[in-house]
């Protein structure tokens, strides 16, 4: 069973920093693609960052760049999100997601990841 499991969320100050982390058991996808969305209450879920296989290539939401570091560690089969400088409107629940298919770099779409966590709750006060 393919599990992503997310951890790191809470409640921080405006301002503030948060590193979530995203472990995968059940298969390994250290040759894909694997993301990081986010849905605010009320809202869409919209993406936030994506990385390759290899951590050498990734793309972000302009509303994060500059602020959120995606990175991975396949050896712990495990992706993170370095927030930092966070605002309020960064208060959400954060999704770690992966893809399967072969051919997917990075992807903003939340349709081409096929596994999905739970979700962490990330709360930015101001």
């Known amino acids: 069973q393919v599990q992503l499991v997310e951890s790191g969320g809470g409640l921080v100050q405006a301002g503030g920093s948060l590193r979530l982390s995203c472990v995968a058991s059940?298969?390994?996808?250290?040759?894909?693609?694997m993301g990081w969305f986010r849905q605010a209450q009320g809202k869409e879920r919209e993406f936030v960052a994506t990385?390759?296989?290899?951590?050498?290539?990734?793309d972000y939401a302009e509303s994060v760049r500059g602020r959120f570091t995606v990175s991975r560690d396949n050896g712990k089969n495990t992706v993170y999100l370095q927030m930092n400088s966070l605002k309020p409107e960064d208060t959400a629940v954060y999704y770690c997601?992966?893809?399967?298919?072969?051919?997917?770099?990075?992807?903003?779409?939340?349709?081409?990841?096929?596994?999905w966590g739970q979700g962490t709750q990330v709360t930015v006060s101001s």
């Open positions: 059940g298969r390994t996808f250290t040759s894909n693609a």
């Open positions: 997601a992966a893809t399967s298919a072969w051919g997917i770099i990075t992807s903003r779409t939340s349709r081409e990841y096929d596994y």
């Open positions: 990385i390759d296989w290899s951590g050498g290539r990734t």
